[in-house]
């Protein structure tokens, strides 16, 4: 079945960096796009960044633009968030996801907290 695992998250003085690491299994990786998300308390789930299957294309939230970076490797079937100069407003659980044949599937989800 499929599976989406996330990986580190943690507590991060402001402008920091955290790389997550989402490890996918149960389905062909590299054939689909791939997508973190992330959900403040009290606020709704919002994407952050997404990559294309073929090609790596990829497109940020503007919040996010010029801080984070979306990759992938096929060959790990990981999907990576690097995200540098961290802000407060940053704070959320990271969700990765994917959609295979128009059904969601979802990580855990791994905690990023920025405070000082």
């Known amino acids: 079945q499929v599976q989406l695992v996330e990986s580190g998250g943690g507590l991060v003085q402001p402008g920091g960096s955290l790389r997550l690491s989402c490890a996918a299994s149960?389905?062909?990786?590299?054939?689909?796009?791939m997508r973190w998300y992330r959900q403040a308390p009290g606020k709704e789930r919002e994407l952050v960044a997404r990559?294309?299957?073929?090609?790596?294309?990829?497109n940020y939230a503007d919040s996010v633009k010029g801080r984070f970076t979306i990759s992938r490797d096929n060959a790990k079937n990981t999907v990576y968030l690097q995200m540098n100069s961290l802000k407060s407003e940053d704070t959320a659980v990271y969700y990765c996801?994917?959609?295979?044949?128009?059904?969601?599937?979802w990580g855990q989800g791994t905690q990023v907290t920025v405070s000082s």
């Open positions: 990559i294309s299957s073929v090609g790596g294309s990829t």
């Open positions: 996801n994917t959609e295979i044949w128009a059904r969601d599937y």
């Open positions: 149960g389905f062909t990786f590299r054939l689909y796009g």
